[in-house]
């Protein structure tokens, strides 16, 4: 084995590792984008509140969460827009 070879070999765990932390922290994010987008989505469809689905919307919800979904519900039935 020479050298060049262990140097690959370093060279691509240090970018594994480094990918696969970087995705394990996005990942909660993405999740709770899309349940929100979802959330949205079905009171859209059933007719019981007009959330509107934008970047603003969807970023409230991936940060926070169901309480961001919560707070984004409390303020389109106030009429209070984002």
Known sequence: M?????????????VFYTL??????IMPLMLHGILGIAAFWALNHFGILRVPIDLVTFLIAAFGGMLGVLS???LAALGIPL
């Open 72 to 74: 984004v519900i409390l």
């Open 20 to 25: 696969f932390h970087m995705f394990r922290k």
């Open 2 to 14: 020479g050298w060049g070879l262990l140097a690959a070999l370093f060279i691509s765990f240090l």
